[in-house]
């Protein structure tokens, strides 16, 4: 039974000084009262024998209670102490000694499990604390994976991004375009640029290819035609000159001085038609990558994609562990999962969405304003209003950018205080310049067809005058649009907009290049160095951020779906979802 207080007052803290107090106080009382019954009875007359016990009853009585009183304030007052919990000591010692054979057993275990032959070892790192641990992984799994309405199973010409992707990740290639724009040279030993037209490239010997296997691999992607992904970036090509068995020149129609990142398209063995580890082989029903040099160390057999007619077939088969993984593009698609346990990573598929300025606009031409305008808006707001789930805030045009603009009304007002401007009556900022008021006014133009679009005009246009800049939104057909955007009668317009893996942002350099800070970074991209490129494409980013050349709204994603036994896609992020082949695989419980 535990313990309760029935009633918390009755019982009282007394100091001792009280206590003695009273006691004298009772002493006294008793005393006095005992003189007084005396004296009573002296005095009294001759009462009847019932009225004499009935008094000496209450003299007896009242004698009792100040005894009990006065032997209740005279005890000791009892003072209660909480003993403190004790503490185990431990020693050190003994810690470290418990430490030492748990990590012994650990090291016993661990050893026995490594000799089992149907398990591998990967090595995985956590994305936040990029520890180590050891995950023992199936040998030789087949991944399958579901797709939807492939529009072909040809890897030459498909325009499926997941294909393509795996395609490239398990072919060599010249080189590899990291997160941050960074190369990674991989059959390519060095490249020298000549100029943005010429570029020698000098292979390394150890993949045992030469310049014919390059010159093949090209003619193979050409001739395939414009539904390949990578014809674009090598038809620019002129012509190709072979220095020797490992050199050559590129020779470009055109000034390119992104030329560099175009040289991660897959490469084929001119003997064997293939180079890394595995062979494809393909049908209406799908595609599957075969390893056709399997060993001891691998983790994955095969990669077989099936094509579905519905994403709801893709789903059944999912739930019911019958592929590995799939992509989900809605709420609608996720839904259809249920109450299955699953793991999920999020990539951006290159579909973007931008504002834009008019560099020649007397308004978006001051900085003061643009960063006002960018200051002012709430886009995780936007993003919240719109199809959360599936799009996120971008700020740059570069898919790997870090740089991220804020949301700060305070400073939205205080940088267009700081530069003259004051609010009229209408809470709008204006200032006066050369004898005449300016407002901080800006036309949007937007297209009258995409209600998502002229939502996110009319989040924008509120968002703006809570800061004191007025928007007025013009919604136009797209033919109208372009005519007005030629002829730089706008100040503003939402533009959607298409990024890939590569850093080449030359299609928006008219948006862009707003002043000669702008202009500056992109002289120094043009005129750098193949080695120094990737610094110089950085600091264009960071340009572009300063001088808020343009203001991002969100990136689409597209969720990539896997059970949980599967392991490999921890570090996936935008179009690379396959990059880390080499150690996806079937996790064993």
Known sequence: MSAKIIDSHRYKTITKTQVDKKRRSVENSFKSNKKSYKKSNKYSTNDSNNSFISNLR????????????????????????????????IPKSFGIICAILVLIVLVYISAKIMKLDEVITANVFNNSQKEQSNINLEKNYNLKIGLTLLDNTDVNTSTNL????????????LVKVEENYSLKYQVAKSIEKISNKEYIITLNEDYKLDVDDIVFSIDNII?????????NRLNIIDKLDEIGKYKFKATLKEDNPYFIYYLDFPLLDNENKVTGEYTYSSNEEGVTFTKYNSNQDSTIES?????????????????????????????????????????????????????????????????????????????????KNSDNNFIEVIDLPFLYSTIKYKYDVVGAQNIMNSNGWNKNGYGIYEKYESGNYIGATLRLIVNEQDTNKVNIANNIKNMAQNVGIN????????????????????????????????????????????????NQAFLQVENSSAENLPQNIQ???????????????YARNINLVYQ???????NINYMKIFDNINNIGKIIE
């Open 58 to 89: 209450i003299k007896k009585l009242r004698e009792r209670k100040l005894e009990r009183e006065m032997l209740l304030y005279s005890r000791p007052q009892r003072t209660v102490i909480k003993e403190p919990k004790q503490k185990v000591y």
């Open 303 to 383: 990669i077989k994609i099936d094509n579905y007619n519905t994403i709801d077939e893709v789903v059944d088969d999912f739930v019911n562990g019958n592929i590995d993984l799939f992509f989900a593009t809605s709420n609608n698609d996720m839904q259809l999962i249920g109450k299955k346990d699953y793991n999920i990573k999020k990539y951006k598929d290159g579909e973007t969405l931008f504002l834009f300025g008019n560099k020649n606009s007397n308004v978006f031409s001051r900085k003061e304003v643009r960063t006002a305008l960018m200051y002012s808006l709430n886009r995780d707001e936007i993003v």
């Open 564 to 570: 949980k036994y599967i392991l490999g896609f921890d």
């Open 471 to 518: 928007i007025e939104i013009e919604t136009l057909s797209q033919e109208v649009i372009s005519q007005r955007v030629e002829a730089g009668d706008y100040d503003i317009v939402l533009a959607s907009v298409y990024l890939n893996e590569t850093p080449n942002i030359n299609f928006l350099k008219s948006y862009l290049n707003i002043n000669d800070e702008t």
């Open 539 to 553: 600091n264009l980013e960071y340009v572009l951020s300063n001088e808020v050349a343009c203001i991002g709204i």
């Open 223 to 231: 001739s395939s035609g414009e539904s390949n992904m990578y014809y």
């Open 162 to 173: 997941i294909l393509n992707d795996i395609y490239k990740n398990i072919s060599l290639s």
